[in-house]
Every structure is written in C-alpha cells, then in structure tokens.
T-cell receptor, first 114, second 109 residues
Framework: GAGVSQSPSNKVTEKGKDVELRCDPISGHTALYWYRQSLGQGLEFLIYFQGNSAPDKSGLPSDRFSAERTGGSVSTLTIQRTQQEDSAVYLC????????????FGPGTRLTVT | GQNIDQPTEMTATEGAIVQINCTYQTSGFNGLFWYQQHAGEAPTFLSYNVLDGLEEKGRFSSFLSRSKGYSYLLLKELQMKDSASYLCAVRLQGSTLTFGKGTMLLVSP
C-alpha cells in the first residue's frame, strides 16, 4: 500500500499568518508522530497520537502550535501567527502499535515564513 | 536534558568500511535506532538495538553498549548511493524518539 503522505510539499507564508499541514498515515497504523527538522538541527519531536488516547503534546514549542487527528487517521498540524523561526521541514511518521520500533516517515512539508 | 552526540560529517571511499559512532546521555532508555536520510527525502529505518551486542543486516550492522551509552553503525562495501545523513535516535519512553543531529556521510569514487 501507499506510504505516509503529506501536503503541501512546500508552503511559503507571511509572518503572522496561520498555516495547516496535513499528514495521511499508512492505513492501519494507529500511532502518528509529528517532528520538525530545522537546518543544522536534529529531528525535534512535536506531538504523538496513539489510538484514542490523549495525545502526548510535550514537544510542542509554544501554544501557537496545535494538532488534531480525526477519525484515528488523518492529522493536521496548525501553526498560528507564524514566526520566521517556525521555518523548517515538518515531518510526519506513523507506526503500528505492535511494531512501534519502526516509524515510517512521510516526505515532509517545507515551511518558509517570510 | 537529553544529549545524543554523533560526528557532523564523515568521508569515505567507495568499497571501504565506515563506522559512525553515537553516544547518548539520557534520562531513560528503551532502544536505539538508526535512520538513513538522503537529501530532500524522508528518513528511512535502518536498524534497532535494545540489548547489548551487534545486529547485522546485509551491508549494515549496528552495535549497542548500554553501560557505555554508546552505539555505532557499520557500513561495509560502501557504495555511492550510501552518501546520506545517518541519524541516531533514542527511545526514552513510549514510542517517541529523540534524535541526534545526524552524520553526513560522503562516499567518493
């Protein structure tokens, strides 16, 4: 089947605007993760969804960031009032609960805030 | 905080063997992972170690010593397509991963 997909692949926005990034995980994967990868930095964990449990939001950098996962499948990461430091590649990954050792990553969304 | 260290860059020659080291100081440990990431692409899973010792998978092997907080990824018979960034990551609890900054490997002819 298809892998993890993300849209858009690239997004350029003006400082102060809100953006929504979408992730479509692999069918049947109940765990979904959002990471951020800035230039010269490692992947930074943002948020984790597991089934119907409350999400682990411990990695969100500020209250401008939020995410939801509807119907246990598609997830949307929303960044409000974007700042230039939000510019990064936002990566989504999914995994089966039973095989949480392997996270399958999507191609990412490159966000540029001007 | 959590600290995962790996060299920034390495170079090697086609056909050679290269070892990429990773050291970690973390508040917990529930497995160590290696991912490969080609420029502009998503990371892809390479290996997973949770017990001490060597895990071999084709040309790639990964080693873990939990007492030393140390792992390495060994790549044999290097090919040009192995030029990529190699990411070391530690799972602290649950399923989330904490990543190092990655090692950029350049394989030359």
């Amino acid at each position: 089947g298809a892998g993890v997909s993300q849209s858009p692949s690239n997004k350029v926005t003006e400082k102060g605007k809100d953006v929504e990034l979408r992730c479509d995980p692999i069918s049947g994967h109940t765990a979904l993760y959002w990471y951020r990868q800035s230039l010269g930095q490692g992947l930074e964990f943002l948020i984790y969804f597991q089934g119907n449990s409350a999400p682990d939001k411990s990695g969100l950098p500020s209250d401008r960031f939020s995410a939801e996962r509807t119907g246990g499948s598609v997830s949307t990461l929303t960044i409000q009032r974007t700042q230039q430091e939000d510019s990064a590649v936002y990566l989504c990954a999914s995994s089966l609960v039973a095989r949480a050792s392997e996270q399958y990553f999507g191609p990412g969304t490159r966000l540029t805030v001007t | 905080g959590q600290n995962i260290d790996q060299p920034t860059e390495m170079t090697a020659t086609e056909g050679a063997i290269v070892q990429i080291n990773c050291t970690y100081q973390t508040s917990g440990f529930n497995g160590l992972f290696w991912y490969q990431q080609h420029a502009g692409e998503a990371p892809t899973f390479l290996s997973y170690n949770v017990l001490d010792g060597l895990e071999e998978k084709g040309r790639f092997s990964s080693f873990l010593s939990r007492s030393k907080g140390y792992s390495y990824l060994l790549l044999k018979e290097l090919q040009m397509k192995d030029s990529a960034s190699y990411l070391c990551a530690v799972r602290l609890q649950g399923s989330t991963l904490t990543f190092g900054k990655g090692t950029m490997l350049l394989v030359s002819p």
